[in-house]
């Protein structure tokens, strides 16, 4: 640890940035618990993500590009998950995730005449 060469607070904090997408990217697939609020908070990530690499590229910092690469990666397929899992649960209460039979339908899709 150079003070010379302080790259590797970079590597670090890239590091820690990736480990905490194992917890959601598992949470995601195990609960499948995204709806449409969760997908917002991933494109603005996204698009962070990759105004940082496109700087890393102007500025043709390998290291910079070393680290920005996989974090948007993760992004990328952090908000395509978000979006599938949206999609698939867009006519579901996803606050019950045990299992299917305690899912909830979503009041709002519901023809007023089926509950007359």
Known sequence: ????????????ASILY???YIPEFYANWKNKNA????VFEKIVMLIATG????????INNKALLINYSPILS??????IMRLHYAW???NRDVRILENDQDIIE????KDLDTEL
């Open 51 to 58: 105004f940082a690499f496109g700087y890393s590229l102007s």
């Open 88 to 90: 698939k649960n867009r």
């Open 74 to 79: 993760l992004d990328t397929i952090g908000l």
């Open 18 to 20: 990736f480990i905490c």
């Open 106 to 109: 979503n009041p709002m899709n």
């Open 35 to 38: 709806n449409i609020y969760n």
């Open 1 to 12: 640890m150079s003070s010379n060469n302080p790259e590797y607070l970079m590597n670090i």
